[in-house]
């Protein structure tokens, strides 16, 4: 595994004045071009997430892959599992329509080109197809993302406060906010973290009645962090590995109206996602499981743990299942 000290990559004001299509890009600093901010997650990371492991308890962070029907995707359905028999001694399955974004999962580099200079690392359009390995989310599998994950649980504590989160109405969560958690927490971010934000948007939807669902999914309107280059200032200063949530997108839908990026971002109306996987090579989770590892976590006092992500080995594929398990 090639990795670089994550203490040697110039702050997001100094990639902002990296020359060209560079600007505002990691592009051509990690030792391997498909990687992209896992990079930052190491030997030495998963050398010191061993100190997370204080019970030895273990935690899956998947939602079932049928867990979103209806969910908040335009498009994507819930596969269809099937079990057959060859013989009365065997049995195997399989799943039709089966949706690699459609639960739990991370956005591989491939999930969004930048309207302003194209795929990560300057990869050339016609290299995103099936098949072809150019930032494909196979560099995630084969070698699969470990390191400390640090949780904040911005649910828990807006209900501490009394003012818990109005996922009716699609709440942006802003920068300031997230600061907050760390600090009541008594958290610190290092280097290489893989950051996991519990909004409680899952638990919310998945406990609505059908009928509600849709009308959710109609209004595409979605609980996240308000766009900002704040935000994404902070996740590249603070080198981050990945930026996971219990949300649809990691980020609120619809865009803030405040949202700088309505010219750099048009096709996206505004969203972060170009600025996060195209430019910066950070992987985002979306759709996590993160109320049992806070239940956990809470009991504990500790905010983290080990994580261990690893994608399905699809070679090109723009995404997957996250995979992602929790070792506390």
Not at 45 to 56: D, E, H, K, Y
Not at 59 to 80: E, K
Not at 257 to 281: N, R, S
Request: charged fraction near 20%; proline fraction near 7%; charge should be negative.
């Amino acid at each position: 595994m090639t990795t670089c000290d994550p203490r040697d990559h110039p702050t997001h004001a100094q990639l902002a004045a990296r020359p060209g299509r560079l600007a505002g890009t990691s592009w051509e600093l990690f030792p391997d071009p498909d990687r992209g901010t896992p990079s930052f997650a190491g030997p030495d990371q998963v050398l010191a997430a061993r100190s997370c492991i204080r019970t030895g308890t273990v935690i899956g962070l998947d939602h079932p892959v049928d867990a979103f029907d209806p969910g908040m995707s335009a498009r994507r359905t819930a596969p269809v599992h099937t079990i057959y028999s060859g013989h009365p001694a065997h049995r195997d399955d399989y799943l039709d329509g089966f949706y690699l974004q459609g639960s739990t999962q991370i956005d591989g580099l491939r999930h969004r080109r930048s309207d302003e200079v194209g795929f990560y690392g300057g990869t050339d359009d016609e290299l995103i197809r099936p098949g072809t390995r150019p930032i494909g989310i196979q560099a995630w599998a084969e070698t699969p993302i470990v390191s400390r994950g640090l949780l904040l649980d911005v649910a828990g504590h807006r209900q501490a406060l009394g003012d818990p989160i109005d996922h009716a109405g699609g709440e942006p969560l802003r920068l300031g906010l997230l600061q907050d958690v760390l600090r009541a927490q008594g958290s610190a971010i290092t280097p290489g973290d893989i950051l996991m934000i519990r909004t409680g948007w899952c638990e919310w939807f998945l406990g609505l009645d059908h009928r509600t669902k849709l009308a959710v999914k109609e209004a595409r309107r979605s609980t996240g962090i308000a766009q900002s280059k704040e935000f994404i200032e902070w996740v590249w200063d603070h080198r981050l590995a990945l930026v996971a949530a219990d949300n649809f997108a990691v980020e609120c839908l619809p865009p803030v109206a405040d949202t700088p990026f309505l010219v750099t971002a048009p096709h996206d109306k505004g969203m972060m996602h170009q600025e996060l996987l195209a430019k910066l090579g950070m992987p985002l989770g979306e759709l996590w499981r993160l109320d049992h590892l806070a239940e956990h976590l809470r009991t504990t006092g500790h905010w983290d743990a080990m994580v261990v992500v690893k994608p399905l080995n699809i070679t090109g594929a723009t995404g997957s299942p996250a995979n992602a398990t929790a070792i506390c």
